[in-house]
């Protein structure tokens, strides 16, 4: 069975050994990325926000089975920590937006925590990019963070992902299960992946563990995004943020180096609004 390659935030991490192992094998986890009080902090600021949360979909059909009947999806989340705004704008993160997308060329697609309860089936398996079908090509269009705010482990959850089928060709081809693995990590990790690698959240067989992560990724900034942050983000919380996370999440236009800029008020930059 395939596994992930690990590295450790707390050693001196090669970054190039981490890139080539995103590239072969559509991921790879981060030990320790969160620093111990900055991982507190997020567990502080989002525990009473998942405590009050009801778990399901209100959109009937394939949603509703996608997104898991004992699943909290919690969106919005500037706008309940700060930490989560530090952890936005961290260089080793935005590493990868860099190196995958092009610097300054994406938004965040959607920062949202994914809490999977007890007794939940597991997801079905499939590549992030197909969020826009017509836009998928050879290179990234989406890279992905999934920071683990508590242990994913076999039992509660942990992403099943299939690692080297980000090379593997067709939108939804079959998977054996003996080419996935679980992306199994401690709290404060991080799963780095591809959207082209095929994953789904797992079952959580536990009867009493929640398995919570942050989801967290970015997409080209020429696509919609997942999230519509300027409805789940006051404007008021907007100009309280710092320039990177304001132009992540779209209180920013988007001006790439050739070709029309996007997101512009009275054809000027939105951020303008902000001042």
Same mark, same amino acid.
């Given at each position: 069975?395939?596994?992930?390659?690990?590295?450790?935030?707390?050693?001196?991490?090669?970054? +190039?050994?981490?890139?080539?192992?995103?590239?072969?094998?559509? /991921? @790879?986890?981060?030990? #320790?990325?969160?620093?111990? $009080? %900055? &991982?507190?902090?997020?567990?502080?600021?989002?525990?009473?926000?998942?405590?009050?949360?009801?778990?399901?979909?209100?959109?009937?059909?394939?949603?509703? +089975?996608?997104?898991?009947?004992?699943?909290?999806?919690?969106? /919005? @989340?500037?706008?309940? #920590?700060?930490?989560?705004? $530090? %952890? &936005?704008?961290?260089?080793?993160?935005?590493?990868?937006?860099?190196?995958?997308?092009?610097?300054?060329?994406?938004?965040?697609?959607?920062?949202?925590?994914?809490?999977?309860?007890?007794?939940?089936?597991?997801?079905?398996?499939?590549?992030?990019?197909?969020?826009?079908?017509?836009?998928?090509?050879?290179?990234?269009?989406?890279?992905?963070?999934?920071?683990?705010?508590?242990?994913?482990?076999?039992?509660?959850?942990?992403?099943?992902?299939?690692?080297?089928?980000?090379?593997?060709?067709?939108?939804?081809?079959?998977?054996?299960?003996?080419?996935?693995?679980?992306?199994?990590?401690?709290?404060?990790?991080?799963?780095?992946?591809?959207?082209?690698?095929?994953?789904?959240?797992?079952?959580?067989?536990?009867?009493?563990?929640?398995?919570?992560?942050?989801?967290?990724?970015?997409?080209?900034?020429?696509?919609?995004?997942?999230?519509?942050?300027?409805?789940?983000?006051?404007?008021?919380?907007?100009?309280?943020?710092?320039?990177?996370?304001?132009?992540?999440?779209?209180?920013?236009?988007?001006?790439?180096?050739?070709?029309?800029?996007?997101?512009?008020?009275?054809?000027?930059?939105?951020?303008?609004?902000?001042?």
């Amino acid at each position: 069975m395939p596994d992930l390659q690990r590295f450790d935030a707390r050693r001196d991490l090669d970054w +190039e050994k981490a890139w080539k192992a995103f590239d072969e094998d559509g /991921g @790879l986890i981060v030990e #320790s990325f969160i620093d111990p $009080e %900055l &991982l507190a902090r997020l567990q502080a600021d989002f525990g009473p926000l998942i405590q009050r949360h009801e778990p399901g979909s209100t959109t009937e059909g394939l949603w509703t +089975e996608f997104h898991g009947d004992v699943t909290k999806r919690i969106t /919005g @989340l500037p706008t309940h #920590s700060q930490a989560w705004v $530090e %952890l &936005l704008c961290d260089e080793r993160y935005q590493a990868m937006g860099d190196r995958y997308l092009g610097p300054n060329e994406y938004w965040l697609n959607t920062g949202q925590l994914i809490c999977i309860g007890p007794g939940e089936t597991p997801q079905m398996l499939h590549r992030d990019e197909l969020n826009w079908p017509h836009a998928m090509r050879q290179h990234e269009i989406t890279v992905t963070a999934i920071f683990a705010l508590t242990d994913f482990t076999e039992a509660n959850g942990a992403t099943v992902i299939a690692p080297g089928s980000n090379h593997w060709p067709g939108a939804l081809p079959k998977v054996p299960e003996e080419a996935t693995c679980r992306a199994t990590m401690t709290a404060g990790s991080a799963l780095l992946y591809s959207g082209k690698v095929i994953h789904g959240g797992g079952a959580n067989v536990t009867t009493d563990q929640w398995r919570v992560g942050l989801h967290a990724g970015f997409c080209c900034g020429w696509l919609r995004s997942e999230e519509n942050f300027q409805l789940t983000i006051p404007l008021e919380v907007a100009r309280t943020l710092p320039a990177r996370a304001r132009l992540l999440l779209g209180f920013s236009s988007y001006s790439p180096e050739f070709g029309g800029r996007l997101g512009l008020v009275d054809y000027d930059d939105a951020a303008r609004l902000l001042d």
